[in-house]
């Protein structure tokens, strides 16, 4: 990311259609060094929405959701 905070949105439709998965987003907490963790469910029909810190950056991890 550049100078500029911003919202992407990432589309999850490579994603095979039947299937749940687990999102685990790393991301920066505004003003700080430090990174977040959020855990979601999503499918191939939904979209990430992440906001990017000024210089900041993201990762997320993709996996098969299991049954609780």
Known sequence: NDE???HVK???D???ETTE???TVFSDVTGS?????ERKRVTSTGMLN????P???LA???EPATTP
């Open 10 to 12: 990432f589309s999850l």
């Open 60 to 62: 997320a991890i993709l």
């Open 4 to 6: 500029d905070a911003r």
């Open 50 to 53: 992440v906001a990017l810190a």
């Open 33 to 37: 060094r430090d990174a977040q963790r």
């Open 55 to 57: 210089r900041g950056g």
């Open 21 to 23: 998965y687990q999102a």
């Open 14 to 16: 490579f994603l095979k």
